[in-house]
C-alpha cells in the first residue's frame, strides 16, 4: 500500500496551490491545466497525482479526458489542527492554574 | 530564532493566558519534572515522567496512561532564558522516545514548535503561547496569511476564508 501524502507537504508547492485554486473554480482536463501553467502535461500529471493521492483533488474520466475537480474539504481537515491544539492549551492552562493554586 | 520561524509565527496558533502567581513559580512549573508530573498531559491521564533534561536540545518523555490506554508524548528544548523565555518542539511518541503521528488524526502535525513568553505585573504573571507546525514550509504559512487580512485567528478561519475566496 502506498503511503498518503500529507496535505502539507502537497500545498508546500507553489504550482500545486495554484492548480487547486483553478480547478476550484471549474474542473480542468490535465492539457487546460498545463496550458493555463504553460507547463508540459507531464509535469501537471505529477503535480495533479501528488494532489490526487492527498485527497485534494479528484479525477473524473468524461469521454477521453479526464478532469480534475478540487476536493476543498481536506484543507479543512488541515484547519483542524488550531482548534483542537487550542483546546488541549486550554486544558493545560487550566491544569496549571490549579496547581498553582496548590501551591500557595 | 531564523527567519523561516520568524514567517512562521505571523500564521500561527497565539494564545494568551494570565496566572496569579509570580513569573518564577510559573516558569518552574515548566522546567522541573515533579512540577510537570503534577499538572502536564492531557485532562485526566496523569503522566509519568521517563526523561526529563531541562537544557536546549534537551528531551522530556513522558508516558500518560488512563483505563489501559498509554500514550507517549515528547518535548525536544529550543531556546531557555530562565524565567522569561522556553521554547520546545513537542509531538506525540512511543516508548523508545520516537515521534509518531497523532493518534487521533492523520492531518495533525507530526511536530509543533512552542515559544512560551512569561512577563510579570503586579505579581500576576502572563503567558503568551506561540506554536505552529514544524513541517509547514515558508511558503505554505505565506499561503495561509494571503488569504486574510487577521493572523491571529489562525488557519482555521483563514482556511474558511480561502475556501470562499477560491469558490467566488
Known sequence: MIARRDVFQAIADPTRRGIIQAVAQQSLNLNAIADKFDMSRQAVSLHVKILQECGLVVITQQGRERYCEAKLSQLKEVSNWVDQYRQFWNDQFNSLDRYLDKLH | ?168
Open chain 2, 1 to 168: 530564532m531564523d527567519n523561516t520561524n520568524q514567517h512562521s509565527a505571523n500564521a500561527a496558533l497565539v494564545i494568551t493566558r494570565e496566572f496569579n502567581a509570580p513569573q518564577q513559580k510559573v516558569f518552574n512549573a515548566f522546567a522541573e519534572a515533579e512540577a510537570l508530573a503534577e499538572w502536564w498531559g492531557p485532562p485526566g491521564f496523569p503522566i509519568t515522567v521517563v526523561a526529563f533534561n531541562f537544557r536546549p536540545g534537551g528531551v522530556f518523555h513522558y508516558k500518560a496512561s488512563m483505563q489501559g490506554q498509554t500514550a507517549w508524548g515528547r518535548f525536544v528544548y529550543g531556546q531557555i532564558s530562565r524565567y522569561d523565555l522556553l521554547e520546545f518542539t513537542s509531538s506525540f511518541s512511543n516508548g523508545q522516545g520516537g515521534v509518531v503521528r497523532a493518534p487521533f488524526s492523520d492531518k495533525f502535525p507530526m511536530e509543533i514548535f512552542n515559544r512560551l513568553e512569561f512577563k510579570e505585573q503586579d505579581g500576576k504573571t502572563t503567558i503568551t503561547l506561540t506554536g505552529y507546525p514544524v513541517n509547514a514550509t515558508e511558503e505554505e504559512m505565506q499561503f495561509y496569511a494571503s488569504m486574510t487580512g487577521n493572523m491571529q485567528q489562525g488557519f482555521a478561519g483563514t482556511l474558511a476564508q480561502l475556501e470562499k475566496y477560491l469558490l467566488g
